[in-house]
């Protein structure tokens, strides 16, 4: 029997089916299903006809699945919420068994395959979520666009707005970033900038943060704002962190193993360099590992739904959860190749 991993985000929404083998059976995606921005109806929607997507591609029914885990944003954190959520969650499944948590839990399942470990989410939003040796978790960050999420796509895209804004003007010298926006949005005075912000993106999250994607561009130009721009965010980054670590009871002489995940770090060295040296320099007390990811959010969720499943009947051991790890690194490789 299937287990099913839903991982949520502010731009899109992934699921997957494996079995007990570390078998990918099957993935859909679908729009984003954030209600705080999309509201509740849009998430019922989102998450409805992507377990329907999700199920028809692997030829089963509901009944079939065995455990479910389902990765929502800003989920816990409005707690007059909670109920409502799972309510609809469980309407759509049949009741079938299943457990939600926050998006970010399922970028910690995916990045870490479920082991002790920090992970940092940059994507339309950014969060810090990890689980010490004893099991215990904290997090840290994510607090919406408005207040917080800094080093998120959004954040940086805001930013790069801005730094075009100054050089317009004259308060900073102009750069190759001003040159890029002019011509990617074929502006033919600058205050046009503002119709493109207001009309043609919306304000929306999810388009503002894509315009992480130019400061990227400009960075790789060598463009030393844009640049600052991705040391800022490590900067962010590395202080969340530090704070789940003095959150949780890492022991010091233990290697504490953090990673990431979301559209931010395709970035690459211009995020993961400076990020290593703010961690070198901001958290010396522990030995701090900075790994790449060894899943995607998403079959980190399936993986979850799975290890869930297992620890409530006879358990799994270590060796088991290697096995499925390997197996499933595997699927995704063959996944990808065949999209």
């Given at each position: 029997?299937?287990?099913?991993?839903?991982?949520?985000?502010?731009?899109?929404?992934?699921?997957?089916?494996?079995?007990?083998?570390?078998?990918?059976?099957?993935?859909?995606?679908?729009?984003?299903?954030?209600?705080?921005?999309?509201?509740?109806?849009?998430?019922?929607?989102?998450?409805?006809?992507?377990?329907?997507?999700?199920?028809?591609?692997?030829?089963?029914?509901?009944?079939?699945?065995?455990?479910?885990?389902?990765?929502?944003?800003?989920?816990?954190?409005?707690?007059?919420?909670?109920?409502?959520?799972?309510?609809?969650?469980?309407?759509?499944?049949?009741?079938?068994?299943?457990?939600?948590?926050?998006?970010?839990?399922?970028?910690?399942?995916?990045?870490?395959?479920?082991?002790?470990?920090?992970?940092?989410?940059?994507?339309?939003?950014?969060?810090?979520?990890?689980?010490?040796?004893?099991g215990n978790s904290a997090r840290a960050s994510g607090w919406g666009y408005f207040v917080g999420d800094e080093g998120s796509g959004y954040w940086l895209g805001k930013q790069l707005l801005s730094l075009f804004t100054k050089q317009s003007d004259g308060r900073m010298a102009k750069t190759y970033l001003y040159d890029l926006i002019r011509s990617e949005f074929e502006l033919e005075e600058d205050f046009e900038l503002l119709t493109l912000v207001y009309d043609e993106l919306e304000l929306k999250r999810s388009n503002i943060s894509r315009l992480a994607l130019l400061a990227s561009r400009a960075a790789q130009k060598g463009d030393e704002e844009a640049r600052k721009l991705?040391?800022?965010?490590?900067?962010?980054?590395?202080?969340?962190?530090?704070?789940?670590?003095?959150?949780?009871?890492?022991?010091?002489?233990?290697?504490?193993?953090?990673?990431?995940?979301?559209?931010?770090?395709?970035?690459?060295?211009?995020?993961?360099?400076?990020?290593?040296?703010?961690?070198?320099?901001?958290?010396?007390?522990?030995?701090?590992?900075?790994?790449?990811?060894?899943?995607?959010?998403?079959?980190?969720?399936?993986?979850?739904?799975?290890?869930?499943?297992?620890?409530?009947?006879?358990?799994?051991?270590?060796?088991?959860?290697?096995?499925?790890?390997?197996?499933?690194?595997?699927?995704?490789?063959?996944?990808?190749?065949?999209?």
């Amino acid at each position: 029997m299937p287990y099913l991993g839903v991982d949520g985000g502010g731009t899109k929404t992934a699921f997957m089916l494996i079995n007990k083998k570390g078998e990918i059976i099957a993935t859909a995606k679908k729009e984003s299903c954030h209600y705080k921005s999309e509201g509740l109806n849009k998430f019922k929607d989102v998450i409805d006809k992507g377990v329907y997507k999700v199920c028809e591609e692997a030829g089963i029914n509901l009944a079939d699945l065995s455990y479910s885990f389902l990765g929502i944003p800003c989920y816990g954190e409005y707690q007059a919420d909670t109920p409502i959520l799972e309510n609809i969650i469980k309407n759509i499944l049949a009741n079938k068994d299943f457990e939600c948590d926050n998006d970010a839990k399922a970028g910690w399942a995916g990045s870490l395959a479920c082991q002790p470990g920090i992970n940092i989410v940059a994507g339309t939003g950014a969060i810090g979520f990890g689980v010490d040796d004893s099991g215990n978790s904290a997090r840290a960050s994510g607090w919406g666009y408005f207040v917080g999420d800094e080093g998120s796509g959004y954040w940086l895209g805001k930013q790069l707005l801005s730094l075009f804004t100054k050089q317009s003007d004259g308060r900073m010298a102009k750069t190759y970033l001003y040159d890029l926006i002019r011509s990617e949005f074929e502006l033919e005075e600058d205050f046009e900038l503002l119709t493109l912000v207001y009309d043609e993106l919306e304000l929306k999250r999810s388009n503002i943060s894509r315009l992480a994607l130019l400061a990227s561009r400009a960075a790789q130009k060598g463009d030393e704002e844009a640049r600052k721009l991705f040391r800022e965010a490590a900067c962010e980054h590395s202080l969340t962190i530090k704070a789940i670590i003095e959150k949780l009871n890492f022991q010091d002489s233990d290697d504490i193993t953090v990673s990431y995940s979301g559209g931010v770090f395709n970035a690459g060295d211009l995020l993961l360099n400076p990020l290593q040296e703010y961690i070198e320099k901001y958290i010396k007390e522990y030995q701090v590992k900075l790994i790449k990811p060894i899943l995607q959010p998403v079959t980190g969720a399936a993986l979850y739904a799975l290890y869930l499943d297992y620890q409530k009947k006879q358990g799994i051991d270590t060796a088991e959860l290697q096995n499925l790890i390997e197996n499933l690194q595997q699927e995704e490789e063959r996944y990808i190749v065949k999209q």
